[in-house]
């Protein structure tokens, strides 16, 4: 049985309303990318309706050859013609005018018509950088992994993948075309919207290259200025968490983190081998000489289990908790050993299929750890105690 028609207002016409509610309707519809309704985001043009239920809706795309062009006026299109009264929908498509652009971005930005620091120290998100001694202890994976197990846990999060040289976030969230390549960012005027992967915004160098083959060979002044460029141009909007994967060691981009986000904690990854304390110990300093606060040390590759119950510890074992004792000697405040993940088949297979183990098989003791992981770092809110507000007495 139909729901019952709303009383209509005295004086306003039926078609009238009918547009009315198709745009309270069209609130409900999200930009993919940029993850606030259209009709906050001044999207949506004339909205009409004729006498004999066709509505017309006017959508304005931010650029031409919007990437999700087809994902907005699929919703749109869908959105309209679930409000009763409505017979069919013709949705009119256009582009933002240069003056609408730029009226939207300095929306985005909180009024500011220029580019700035989106996470500074009064910044209400959470900045977690996430850094190993060497490569190849699984830094990449955790962080993308742990970003996803966030999401799934209701956050807003966002990756600003620094490994320059090595960058490889796309690959393992998913975020790559049938050729490999990584899928582009949006770009309207000045600023960049990143792209979305199981909830979580991501952005990589390996975004702007040509191909994945493409070696980036830059000095430090260069890298630098690209770190800043994704704190400052690319458009992440209200974060609860961001996650930095940055290169291993103590080099440029560590320092430039260090000084860019003085404020950011930092999760020390390693290996089980004692010997692999040593290296993972320096960067810990590194960023603890920035200002840094360490939140702690996660131990990667950590035994494998075997079918008849007994663990086979193919890396040794210790080397977590010997790098937290180390990073906690003469200090006031210990680094915890926070997590200790397995070697897992799913864990490798998931980071080449693109879709985190948290997500494909929650179950698997890797992922297990990962999410617990999550919820530990959870337990501190996002809160105002102790930051500037940006007030002024008038």
């Known amino acids: 049985m139909p729901p019952p028609t709303p009383p209509r207002p005295r004086g306003l016409p039926v078609p009238d309303l009918v547009a009315q509610t198709i745009r309270t309707a069209l609130s409900r519809v999200l930009d993919p990318e940029i993850r606030k309704p259209i009709t906050e985001l001044d999207m949506v043009g004339d909205v009409s309706v004729s006498s004999d239920g066709l509505a017309t809706v006017g959508v304005k795309l931010t650029i031409v050859g919007c990437p999700a062009a087809d994902t907005i006026e699929r919703d749109v299109r869908d959105a309209t013609a679930a409000v009763p009264g409505v017979s069919d929908v013709v949705v009119d498509v256009s ?8 009226a939207l971005t300095e929306k985005l930005r909180g009024g500011r018509a220029k580019r700035g620091m989106q996470f500074g120290a009064d910044s209400l998100t959470r900045v977690v950088a996430v850094t190993s001694g060497k490569g190849g202890v699984g830094k990449s994976t955790l962080t993308a992994n742990l970003a996803v197990a966030l999401a799934r846990r209701g956050l807003a999060v966002g990756i600003v993948d620094a490994d320059v040289y090595g960058f490889s976030i796309p690959g393992l969230v998913g975020l790559v075309d049938a050729s490999g390549a990584s899928v582009k960012p ?23 290259v040509d191909d994945t083959s493409t070696a980036v060979a830059w000095r ?82 950590a035994g494998l289990a075997q079918p008849d119950g007994s663990v086979l510890q193919l890396f040794g074992e210790g080397g977590g908790a010997e790098t937290a004792r180390r990073l906690s000697a003469g200090q006031d405040e210990a680094v915890p050993l926070l997590a200790s993940v397995p070697l897992s088949m799913g864990l490798r297979e ?35 105690a102790g930051r500037k507000l940006g007030l002024s007495v008038g």
């Open 350 to 384: 998931g980071g080449d299929s693109g879709t985190p183990i948290v997500l494909s098989d929650p179950g698997d003791p890797a992922a297990r750890v990962i999410d617990d992981l999550a919820a530990a770092l959870m337990v501190r809110p996002r809160g105002l």
């Open 220 to 301: 430090g002044p260069m890298l630098h200025r690209t770190i800043e460029q994704f704190l400052t141009d690319v458009y992440f909007g209200d974060l609860d968490v961001l996650l930095l994967d940055l290169p291993p060691g103590t080099g440029d981009v560590a320092i430039s983190v260090g000084q860019l986000l003085p404020h950011a904690e930092v999760l020390v990854v390693t290996t089980p081998q004692p010997a692999a304390a040593d290296v993972a110990e320096r960067s810990g300093l590194v960023a603890r000489q920035t200002g840094q606060k360490l939140l702690g040390v996660v131990e990667n590759m």
């Open 186 to 208: 949006t770009q309207v005027d000045d600023m960049i919207l990143p792209p979305v992967a199981h909830g979580v915004k991501v952005i990589s160098i390996g975004m702007f």
């Open 95 to 102: 582009v933002m005018t240069r003056t609408e652009r730029a």
